[in-house]
């Protein structure tokens, strides 16, 4: 008895062409995107870092203000003086700007320095599936057509 639908089994070189393309075509172009999508959030939780920092050093001051660089554009610095560091302006995106005051805004950055450090874990926990996805088919494939990671 014949059946219509019979399935047959990839041979090993067709396997092989199979798991390198998905590997090639995939898995390591998504491993990348991850890695330069984790790289970015950690620059992001560092310049956060630095702000609050920098708004604690504010709090700090007193009534005679703080005198800091500022930069102009383009490389080009001036000395400022700030009278008044009860307020900040946050740049929240978007071209949106937002005036708060100052312990508000240390809340909104310490908020947004947890979302991202979320955001980095998700992205490390990517990483590392991606990992050992990107092993088992290294694993799976005939050592004559390994690449490298």
């Known amino acids: 008895m014949s059946s219509l639908f019979t399935a047959t089994a990839p041979n090993q070189p067709e396997r092989a062409q199979i798991y390198s393309a998905h ?5 390591l172009p998504e491993l990348e995107v ?6 970015t959030v950690e620059h992001d939780i560092s310049e956060y870092d ?3 920092r920098r ?4 709090e700090q001051a ?12 383009a490389g080009v610095w001036v000395e400022t003086r700030i009278s008044d560091t009860k307020t900040v302006t946050l740049d929240l995106g978007l071209d949106v700007h937002m005036d708060m005051p100052l312990s508000e805004a240390k809340g909104y950055v310490s908020k947004k320095i947890d979302a991202l450090k979320k955001k980095g874990d998700g992205l490390s926990k990517k990483e590392e599936y991606l990992v050992w996805q990107v092993g088992q088919f ?7 057509s390994v690449t490298p990671m």
């Open 34 to 39: 991850t890695r330069y999508a984790l790289i």
């Open 138 to 144: 290294h694993g799976a494939l005939p050592q004559s």
């Open 62 to 73: 007193d009534e005679r203000g703080v005198e800091t660089l500022s930069e102009l554009g």
């Open 23 to 27: 590997l090639q075509s995939t898995l």
């Open 55 to 58: 708004l604690n050093q504010l």
């Open 50 to 52: 630095d702000l609050l």
